[in-house]
């Protein structure tokens, strides 16, 4: 079966916490990283794609922290992918990227499809659905 990564793991946890906070109230990584027995350094990297992609919102300061950029029901799990993995293709050949068994490769109809229905099926899902 496929496998997510690690990063990507981390980053549904990360999304699925902040979706239980109140609006306008943000979390310290840190505090979340302690609590959860997870890599802050590992988690900071993936805070700051999630960041990049305005999945989230950091505040400075002393009640600092992470909170989501808008509600959960407006956020899709493909845009978390997107943000974290960048395509969500599961073989390089669907990437656009170069496939050295593209002349007797009989299994990319069937990748592609699975692509295809992966991608649609995260982009129906909200980051609320997930969080049911």
């Given at each position: 079966m496929l496998k997510i990564s690690k990063e990507l793991d981390l980053a549904l946890l990360l999304m699925v916490e902040l979706t239980g906070l109140?609006?306008?109230?943000s979390m310290s990584l840190s505090g979340f990283a302690t609590a959860k027995h997870l890599p802050y350094r590992f988690l900071s990297k993936v805070a700051a794609k999630l960041k990049k992609a305005r999945l989230i919102v950091s505040k400075e300061g002393r009640d600092g922290g992470y909170g989501l950029s808008?509600?959960?029901k407006k956020i899709k799990a493909?845009?978390?992918f997107k943000a974290v993995e960048g395509k969500t293709a599961p073989v390089a050949c669907l990437q656009g990227q170069k496939c050295l068994a593209q002349k007797f490769c009989k299994q990319?109809?069937?990748?592609?499809?699975?692509?295809?229905?992966?991608e649609k099926q995260l982009n129906q899902t909200s980051l609320e659905e997930l969080c049911r």
């Open positions: 109140k609006p306008g109230e808008r509600k959960a493909g845009q978390i990319r109809q069937l990748l592609s499809k699975l692509s295809r229905v992966m």
